[in-house]
T-cell receptor
Framework: RKEVEQDPGPFNVPEGATVAFNCTYS??????FFWYRQDCRKEPKLLMS???SGNEDGRFTAQLNRASQYISLLIRDSKLSDSATYLC????????????FGDGTTLTVKP | EAGVVQSPRYKIIEKKQPVAFWCNPI?????LYWYRQNLGQGPELLIR????????DSQLPKDRFSAERLKGVDSTLKIQPAELGDSAVYLC??????????????FGPGTRLTVL
């Protein structure tokens, strides 16, 4: 079993839709959590960190559920420009500084 | 502020040839990472440096891969000899450093390696 798992999708949604991605992690000692966005043939770029209390940035909301060991990303009012692959990353405090990435979830927003 | 710089952006070589990738991190970032990303997968850590010290190289195939960060700034990753399975994107990332809290990594554009 991978340390970090994501549903690869693809998720195909119409503009304006709300879509949610989950990412599960196996190590309960995980400490830091991130969502990255990666466009085709580009590098990953940080979308948002995920805090225990949850956090929101415009149309994007990230949640952490430590009990069930997953993080989620909610995108409201999807735009065509949201089409990308979304990677989750988890840092384990047993190996400080090492982030393990999921394989990403691909989102396509269609007109 | 300049981001992480990597070169070359693309490299095509024949198997058994050597290849080297260069990375210059964001100024002031003490931690430098080399990742390999295969198509359809997430980045996989190869090696992590804290200044000039390699603190995690457990995933680096040491029989053919080597890396250095001599002055604690820029870094070189080398493969010798390259194999067909080494075709991938090699990403460099940097961060301010682990302080027990969150540590945001910033990625360079990557080097796309094709081994023929």
């Amino acid at each position: 079993r991978k340390e970090v798992e994501q549903d690869p999708g693809p998720f195909n949604v119409p503009e304006g839709a709300t879509v949610a991605f989950n990412c599960t992690y196996s190590n309960s000692a995980s400490q830091s959590f991130f969502w990255y966005r990666q466009d085709c043939r580009k590098e990953p770029k940080l979308l948002m960190s995920v805090y225990s209390s949850g956090n929101e940035d415009g149309r994007f909301t990230a949640q952490l559920n430590r009990a069930s060991q997953y993080i989620s990303l909610l995108i409201r009012d999807s735009k065509l420009s949201d089409s990308a692959t979304y990677l989750c990353a988890v840092t384990f405090n047993t190996n400080a500084g090492k982030s393990t990435f999921g394989d990403g979830t691909t989102l396509t927003v269609k007109p | 502020e300049a981001g992480v710089v990597q070169s070359p952006r693309y490299k095509i070589i024949e198997k058994k040839q050597p290849v080297a990738f260069w990375c210059n991190p964001i100024s002031g970032h003490n931690t430098l990472y080399w990742y390999r990303q295969n198509l359809g997968q997430g980045p996989e850590l190869l090696i992590r440096y804290e200044n000039e010290e390699a603190v995690d190289d457990s995933q680096l195939p040491k029989d053919r891969f080597s890396a250095e960060r001599l002055k604690g700034v820029d870094s070189t990753l080398k493969i010798q000899p390259a194999e067909l399975g080494d075709s991938a994107v090699y990403l460099c990332a940097s961060s301010l450093g682990w302080s027990g809290g969150t540590d945001t990594q910033y990625f360079g554009p990557g080097t796309r390696l094709t081994v023929l």
